[in-house]
């Protein structure tokens, strides 16, 4: 079955610096990888998503990057602010809406 | 706000109690997830539900949880004689109907087994 890893699995920011979360997939049949933020004693929200048949995605300050042959895709976090500070999950599936998600990485933003 | 709501959110009690969780997709919707959630990890695939039938189940659920979605609305997660290891977070979510693979979280229904 498909595995995700996620990593790193904490990241340190400075406010207004760039932050990159990495994820791998292991089933070439997977198509479809959105990717969660997660605060504090809450449910998983939706912020991006990608497609197989695109190599990158972005809205406003966050974009998404896919490459297929190296099964790997790509969050990154441009201009940070504190309150993007939380946990954010990468998450891959093929044709259905079960998902698998990676472990998460806790992403911590300093004023 | 998602539309998916859970009841209740934190629930503690003592090993070997039954525990029960509602879950209230956004409505029209006819597939319904649960996933677990332990500390430090992502969510984990439970179960799934299109209309009132259980399509498929994962090996994470034991023969002490049983879940049901009687009207092809609600849906209702039990856990029998729970155990330290129950210790999670219960999420319910909607699929989007236009897209597959989009999915909608309620806000979780937090269980602590004492």
């Known amino acids: 079955g498909e595995n995700v890893e996620q990593h790193p699995s904490t990241l340190s920011v400075q406010e207004g610096d760039s932050a990159v979360i990495k994820c791998t997939y292991s089933d070439s049949a997977s198509n479809y990888f959105p990717w969660y933020k997660q605060e504090l004693g809450k449910g998983p929200q939706l912020i991006i998503d990608i497609r197989s048949n695109v190599g990158e995605k972005k809205d406003q300050r966050i974009a998404v990057t896919l490459n297929k042959t190296a099964k790997h895709f790509s969050l990154h976090i441009t201009e940070t602010q504190p309150e993007d500070s939380a946990v954010y999950f990468c998450?891959?599936?093929?044709?259905?809406?079960?998902?698998?998600f990676g472990t998460g990485t806790r992403l911590q933003v300093f004023p | 706000d998602t539309g998916v709501s859970q009841d209740p959110r934190h629930k503690i009690t003592k090993r070997g109690q039954n525990v029960t969780f509602r879950c209230d997709p956004i409505s029209e919707h006819n597939r319904l997830y649960w996933y677990r959630q332990t500390l430090g990890q992502g969510p984990e695939f439970l179960t799934y539900f299109q209309n009132e039938a259980q399509l498929e189940k994962s090996r994470l659920l034991s023969d002490r949880f049983s879940a049901e979605r009687p009207k092809g609305s609600f849906s209702t997660l039990e856990i029998q004689r729970t155990e330290q290891g129950d210790s999670a977070m219960y999420l319910c979510a909607s699929p989007s109907r236009d897209l597959v693979g989009e999915l909608f979280f309620g806000e979780g229904s937090r269980l602590t087994v004492l």
């Open positions: 998450a891959a599936s093929s044709d259905t809406d079960k998902l698998i």
